[in-house]
């Protein structure tokens, strides 16, 4: 008696159900059954990480097999690290490949690129790369090295679908504060969230700010000193738009805690504000700034707030003026939950944990949810 057949939508849940980073398996499902194949392929090359040039030849080889079926239209996830490479012969690959990549690659919504530089790159690798990745709506940019700023405002501008931006560290030969953005050159009119690390950002903010980007979610890690005002002023600029704020004390003032004085925001103007996360604030000052920055928020929506704290000792969270802090954060009728982190010996971790809970009574009164991170 022949075994019932079942539909092809079942087959392809549980398919879909098996381990992602299980290519085996998958293999096997292409090798079993025929209608299984298309299914099984969207898993095995969903995501390609590209590193190597002997990886980028393989990979390139079996893009343009002609007894082979496409395979670059299952792509989504793209990611390229050029490095340093051993020669260089093999640390121009990332050049070298862009436009056969850009050309089979049609489908990829997922970009990330790591360690370029493009200065090496010729005529047409750069116009692949700004030309051949239509469909991306999220892009990270990691570690590259460019001649200005205006480059990489060409390179965010050429994906016009774009949504969410990340990028960190990135060097450029000519000065940065010195740029003069070019009118011509316009974001992408979605972008809505944008995450920077480590890096001079005042150009960027300036341009998405000139071009009237509503950005919905910002976060700012370890970013130079000098950049501070000009957040405080880009999220002002945003106003009720700014959902998502995350910022972080510059590592290079640590022990100057005016640098991150609550003057450079005015968060009044984010009347949509529903969460903030500041990160790495050190407490050898007392965070004298952080009362006046959180006075400042008048967002009904307001439902989370996150500290993340930088203090080897308990007697440095002391210092904080926790009773002010408790008393404004309870003022929020739609807070829900405050989170604390602390960077500290885990010996410690506990009682830390303990003494600031004894420091916001009216926020555990009001039933709001007090969590703590590892």
């Not at 750069?126 to 709506?137: E, K, M, Y």
């Not at 999220?235 to 640098?259: F, I, K, M, N």
Request: aromatic residues 10%; glycine residues 4%; hydrophobic residues 45%.
């Amino acid at each position: 008696m022949p075994l019932p057949t079942l539909p092809i939508e079942i087959w392809e849940q549980i398919i879909g159900s098996l381990n992602r980073y299980d290519r085996r398996s998958f293999c096997t499902c292409c090798l079993v059954c025929r209608s299984w194949v298309p299914i099984s392929r969207h898993y095995i090359y969903d995501t390609i990480f590209l590193l190597s040039s002997s990886q980028v030849a393989k990979f390139l080889k079996s893009l343009i097999c002609v007894e082979a079926t496409p395979i670059g239209l299952y792509v989504s996830i793209l990611k390229l690290h050029e490095g340093s490479g051993r020669s260089p012969r093999e640390h121009l690959w990332f050049s070298k490949a862009l436009p056969t990549l850009s050309q089979c690659l049609p489908n990829v919504t997922n970009l990330t690129v790591d360690c370029i530089v493009p200065d090496t790159f010729d005529p047409s690798s750069w116009s692949a790369l700004l030309n051949g990745f239509l469909q991306v709506t999220s892009f990270s940019l990691f570690l590259c090295r460019f001649t200005s700023p205006t480059e990489v405002l060409q390179l965010i501008a050429s994906f016009p679908r774009m949504s969410s931006l990340q990028i960190t560290r990135l060097g450029f030969i000519e000065d940065p504060r010195r740029l003069v953005t070019d009118s011509m050159i316009s974001p992408p009119p979605q972008l809505a969230l944008l995450n920077a690390q480590q890096m001079h950002v005042p150009f960027l903010l300036h341009w998405l700010t000139e071009h009237h980007i509503r950005i919905r979610s910002a976060t700012f890690t370890s970013v130079h000193g000098a950049s501070m005002e000009s957040i405080g002023e880009f999220a002002h600029q945003l106003g009720p738009s700014l959902e998502h704020l995350s910022l972080s004390e510059p590592e290079t003032d640590r022990l100057r805690p005016e640098v991150f004085a609550a003057e450079h925001f005015k968060l009044a103007a984010n009347t949509h504000l529903r969460s903030l996360d500041i990160n790495r604030m050190y407490a050898i000052g007392g965070l004298p700034w952080l009362s006046d920055l959180l006075s400042q928020i008048k967002s009904e929506d307001l439902e989370c707030v996150r500290f993340a704290i930088m203090a080897h000792t308990v007697a440095l969270l002391q210092k904080v003026p926790w009773s002010q802090v408790d008393y404004i954060l309870s003022q929020f009728s739609s807070i829900r939950t405050v989170k604390f982190r602390f960077f500290m010996d885990l010996s410690l971790w506990k009682k830390a944990a303990i003494f600031v809970k004894t420091q916001v009574p009216r926020l555990i009164d009001r039933g709001a949810r007090i969590e703590f991170e590892l």
